[in-house]
């Protein structure tokens, strides 16, 4: 349970005190926040693309609704995967092992977008994902300096 708790710490930090966060956290804790960051990510804004592609590969039950699978959740992973690789370009080599950690605002908007759609308000296409993307990649370009560098580390 202390762990589910570090994590929401880690997450709310970023939205709240991104540098004092990025600055304050040990460089092994958050490993796999990219992963979490992802899965919640899937779950808030893929689910139905998911049981749609399950639907189809039930309904055929051959390797093509199989493939309709596999593209719905590649079309849903693909944005985190792009954002990931934008922000560990922008944070650099040695500070790269904080890139999960900058997807909190791609989930944060999507999230939020998602649900405005749910409750019938319109938003653009790919609106959300550009904009939490954009400020993804922002926040890591805010927050680089802040967190220690590994090679700094382990001198």
Known sequence: METLTRALRRYGGM???PRKTAAGLDPNEGVHDGAWLGGLYLLSIGVLEI?????????TANLSG????VTAVGRVLVVPIVVLVACETVLGRSRSYRR????VPLVLVVAAAHELTA???????????IVGGVLSIGLA?????AIPSLSEGSQ
């Open 15 to 17: 939205v709240v005190q």
């Open 51 to 59: 049981l749609r592609g399950v639907a189809t590969a039930r309904a």
């Open 100 to 103: 999960g950690l900058m997807l």
């Open 119 to 129: 409750q019938g308000l319109s938003v653009p296409n790919y609106g959300p994902e």
């Open 66 to 69: 199989l493939l309709m699978l």
């Open 141 to 145: 370009a805010w927050v680089r300096e």
